[in-house]
């Protein structure tokens, strides 16, 4: 059996949290390094064109910087966490005893859940840079949605701890 340690802990209104786990699914470097090179592209088109002093391309390459940094860290500014007796994936949180099954996914298997085999009550936190994913059943009666479906750098971890933490306690 693999033993997963909490990743952190820290004291909240007095209360000891423990963070099972934590993941940001920040936008991978090539799409800054993209990033730049369009700023390199609009600086040399804008810099063809004679009407626009130096002062304005500048100021017109900077902010489009400004534009696409903000853009860049939004999107990857989701994150993954077991904490607190919740999953949390981006803006939802579901208490870990409605939890089900956790299934790491391959890369196709993952592409096949969030495509043809999908169903429309999901719940979806996906991103087209991140290939494997994990879903995990819902057993919560009152709730529609059938399981979420969360990309993850770490399939296999997060399926252990959502399992390990899920699990009843032995001698119950």
Sequence with gaps: MLLTLPVRSHLRSGKLII???AERLS???RWWA????LLVSLFLVLAVVDALSGA?????VLGAGVLLAGALVQFGSARIE???GELRAGRAHIP???LGEATALDPEAARRAAGVEADARAYLLLRPYL???VKVQIDDPADPTPYWLLATRHPQR???????VSEPTGGQ
């Design 19 to 21: 963070v099972e786990y």
């Design 27 to 29: 936008v991978p470097l």
């Design 34 to 37: 993209q990033g730049a090179m």
């Design 56 to 60: 304005a391309i500048g100021g017109i």
């Design 82 to 84: 077991v904490v607190d």
């Design 96 to 98: 870990l005893a409605l």
């Design 131 to 133: 290939k494997r994913a």
């Design 158 to 164: 997060l399926a252990h701890v959502l399992s390990s």
